[in-house]
């Protein structure tokens, strides 16, 4: 009964009624960059999903600054703009959290009347990274909790003892700590407001009602069980297992891979990859203090037939999310998220190595007792179990790299990259199809080094003398940045792009390329 229930509890928390994407900005209006002759009432910020307004913050031409009031209408995010700034370029900070409790945050910039040298937004302390090092030591307590639960139970076959006991302990209740820390962190990253803030109540309100609560929930219950199945007679196998499961699933409610299409496959993926890499994990460190004993060869026996099923497991379900996450493999490798999954694979690589080593080359020495075979297999779980704190590490990052299927929702547009012995530019034609293009270059000399020039015009011509080239003059906004907003481009297909940029009267470089343009 007691198992029935917990198992009970567990799918009830896991299976959510409703699946949102991980959103990103699609546009905005007015256009970055943009100059308007009037001032606009109101800034809207439109989104692949519905998202919920956090911190908006105006810094005016003037020097002003002034708070931000945002509402949040479907898709989009309407920001009332402040009236009577002073003419120029004014900019727009902003922050909002997506569905999957993962905040989002950018910059507008825009001019009214005439430009100006844009401001310069207040860095605050962003809490991600310190949210990142909690998640990954998040995981390595649950991994020594909840991995070694599932260890104990399903090849010990009796609660952990000794060493390893006291190690789980105090994984789980560390585990149970931060993650409860971890909440009032998320709050930080959510408003963007610094440390000393975790003294207020803000951080930990937002926080409580992000889907990282219902992952610290999953932490404690998985803590709980894991100090009850030492406590109590019969029963022990049930509340192992339930612990092992807890442990997985406070993995599986919250983060990007839930979030991607299909959601019952993506939820399946992730409760079972997590299984398997806890308890491959949550392995390693009572193998070390059981190897020298005189039951080693039983349990290595036992676990290695466990291990060779999660193994499977992970590779199946591992090779599934990252099909759901990016959808092609030239996508997973020209992503951010995909070198984050290749650092973690070779990581795995490497763990898969030890692991055949210690199955083909050392368990049967351990098992005849050879003291020689029993030093090597302790060395290498011990270089088995760094790895994993990395691999732990690089599973947290995730949380910093937006899969690639939500990254082409948002980003359209042309790269270019042009270059010649005296300067580079780096040019963005956005979105890059027929139609209204902003035109962004970052320019610099050929050492990276700023490069001063007077002024810059983009042209754009076709090999076919259709058309007369179509000329714009760039606008520096500062930071060796210029841009040419609102270039109409009226066909598809290939253009001549050629930067004229006057460095002084007697001096001009210019800089050509191609790009193609969509319907």
Same mark, same amino acid.
């Given at each position: 009964?007691?198992?029935?229930?917990?198992? /009970?509890?567990?799918?009830?928390?896991?299976?959510?009624?409703?699946?949102?994407?991980?959103?990103?900005?699609?546009?905005? =209006?007015?256009?970055?960059?943009?100059?308007?002759? &009037?001032?606009?009432?109101?800034?809207?910020?439109?989104?692949?999903?519905?998202?919920? +307004?956090?911190?908006?913050?105006?810094?005016?031409?003037?020097?002003?600054?002034? =708070?931000?009031?945002?509402?949040?209408?479907?898709?989009?995010?309407?920001?009332? %703009? +402040?009236?009577?700034?002073?003419?120029?370029?004014?900019?727009?900070?902003?922050?909002?959290?997506? #569905?999957?409790?993962? +905040?989002?945050?950018?910059?507008?910039? @825009?001019? *009214? !009347?005439?430009?100006?040298?844009?401001?310069?937004?207040?860095?605050?302390?962003?809490?991600?990274?310190?949210?990142?090092?909690?998640?990954?030591?998040?995981?390595?307590?649950?991994?020594?909790?909840?991995?070694? #639960?599932? @260890?104990?139970?399903?090849?010990?076959?009796?609660?952990?003892?000794?060493?390893?006991?006291?190690?789980?302990?105090?994984?789980?209740?560390?585990?149970?700590?931060?993650?409860?820390?971890?909440?009032?962190?998320?709050?930080?990253?959510?408003?963007?407001?610094?440390?000393?803030?975790?003294?207020?109540?803000?951080?930990?309100?937002?926080?409580?009602?992000?889907?990282?609560?219902?992952?610290?929930?999953? *932490?404690?219950?998985?803590?709980?069980?894991?100090? /009850?199945?030492?406590?109590?007679?019969?029963?022990?196998?049930? *509340?192992?297992?339930? %612990? @092992?499961?807890?442990?997985? !699933?406070?993995?599986?409610?919250?983060?990007?891979?839930? &979030? #991607?299409?299909? #959601?019952?496959l993506a939820q399946v993926l992730v409760f079972l990859h997590a299984l398997a890499l806890l308890f491959w994990i949550g392995a390693l460190v009572p193998l070390l203090w059981l190897v020298p004993t005189p039951q080693a060869g039983r349990i290595l026996s036992r676990f290695s037939s466990v291990a060779m099923a999660a193994v499977a497991v992970l590779v199946i379900t591992g090779s599934g999310l990252a099909w759901l996450q990016s959808g092609s493999f030239v996508a997973l490798v020209e992503s951010d998220y995909g070198r984050l999954l290749g650092v973690k694979l070779v990581l795995f690589a490497l763990l898969l190595v030890l692991a055949a080593w210690n199955r083909l080359r050392l368990t049967s020495a351990v098992t005849a007792g050879a003291v020689r075979a029993v030093a090597a297999m302790r060395f290498?779980?011990?270089?088995?179990?760094?790895?994993?704190?990395?691999?732990?590490?690089?599973?947290?990052?995730?949380?910093?790299?937006?899969? &690639?299927?939500?990254?082409?929702?948002?980003?359209?547009?042309?790269?270019?990259?042009?270059?010649?012995?005296?300067?580079?530019?780096?040019?963005?034609? $956005?979105?890059?199809?027929? !139609?209204?293009?902003?035109?962004?270059?970052?320019?610099?000399?050929?050492?990276?080094?700023?490069?001063?020039?007077?002024?810059? $015009?983009?042209?754009?011509?076709?090999?076919?003398?259709?058309?007369?080239?179509?000329?714009?003059?760039?606008?520096?906004?500062?930071?060796?940045?210029?841009?040419?907003?609102? *270039?109409?481009?009226?066909?598809?297909?290939?253009?001549?792009?050629?930067?004229?940029?006057?460095?002084?009267?007697?001096?001009?470089?210019?800089? &050509?390329?191609?790009?193609?343009?969509?319907?």
């Amino acid at each position: 009964m007691l198992m029935q229930r917990l198992v /009970l509890l567990l799918l009830a928390v896991l299976l959510p009624q409703t699946v949102l994407a991980h959103a990103q900005l699609r546009e905005t =209006e007015p256009a970055a960059h943009v100059l308007l002759d &009037t001032e606009p009432t109101e800034v809207v910020l439109d989104f692949s999903e519905p998202v919920a +307004p956090t911190a908006f913050r105006w810094f005016g031409p003037g020097g002003e600054v002034v =708070e931000g009031r945002a509402v949040a209408r479907d898709r989009q995010i309407v920001v009332a %703009a +402040p009236q009577g700034l002073n003419e120029g370029t004014r900019l727009l900070s902003w922050r909002v959290v997506s #569905a999957d409790g993962h +905040p989002i945050g950018g910059s507008l910039v @825009f001019s *009214v !009347g005439r430009r100006s040298e844009p401001p310069v937004a207040a860095a605050g302390e962003r809490a991600g990274v310190i949210a990142v090092a909690l998640r990954a030591a998040v995981f390595v307590g649950l991994a020594l909790g909840a991995g070694g #639960a599932g @260890f104990a139970a399903l090849v010990l076959g009796r609660p952990l003892a000794g060493p390893a006991r006291v190690t789980q302990q105090a994984g789980s209740v560390a585990a149970g700590l931060l993650a409860l820390l971890s909440i009032g962190v998320q709050g930080l990253d959510l408003f963007a407001l610094p440390v000393p803030a975790l003294l207020t109540l803000q951080p930990w309100r937002a926080g409580l009602q992000s889907p990282l609560a219902w992952s610290c929930l999953f *932490v404690l219950l998985a803590g709980a069980a894991v100090i /009850l199945s030492g406590r109590i007679r019969h029963g022990t196998a049930a *509340v192992q297992l339930a %612990a @092992f499961g807890f442990g997985a !699933g406070s993995i599986a409610v919250a983060g990007h891979a839930l &979030t #991607a299409d299909p #959601a019952w496959l993506a939820q399946v993926l992730v409760f079972l990859h997590a299984l398997a890499l806890l308890f491959w994990i949550g392995a390693l460190v009572p193998l070390l203090w059981l190897v020298p004993t005189p039951q080693a060869g039983r349990i290595l026996s036992r676990f290695s037939s466990v291990a060779m099923a999660a193994v499977a497991v992970l590779v199946i379900t591992g090779s599934g999310l990252a099909w759901l996450q990016s959808g092609s493999f030239v996508a997973l490798v020209e992503s951010d998220y995909g070198r984050l999954l290749g650092v973690k694979l070779v990581l795995f690589a490497l763990l898969l190595v030890l692991a055949a080593w210690n199955r083909l080359r050392l368990t049967s020495a351990v098992t005849a007792g050879a003291v020689r075979a029993v030093a090597a297999m302790r060395f290498s779980i011990r270089i088995e179990i760094c790895l994993a704190v990395l691999i732990l590490i690089a599973a947290a990052g995730f949380r910093l790299t937006p899969p &690639t299927r939500a990254v082409d929702v948002a980003v359209s547009g042309l790269d270019l990259h042009l270059h010649d012995p005296a300067a580079i530019a780096l040019v963005r034609v $956005e979105p890059g199809t027929v !139609g209204a293009n902003d035109i962004r270059i970052d320019l610099s000399k050929a050492d990276g080094a700023p490069l001063a020039v007077r002024g810059m $015009e983009v042209s754009f011509s076709r090999n076919d003398d259709a058309l007369e080239p179509i000329r714009a003059t760039a606008e520096s906004v500062g930071g060796g940045r210029w841009s040419a907003p609102f *270039v109409l481009l009226p066909l598809a297909g290939e253009w001549t792009i050629s930067l004229r940029i006057l460095v002084s009267d007697f001096e001009q470089i210019t800089l &050509t390329g191609t790009v193609n343009l969509d319907d």
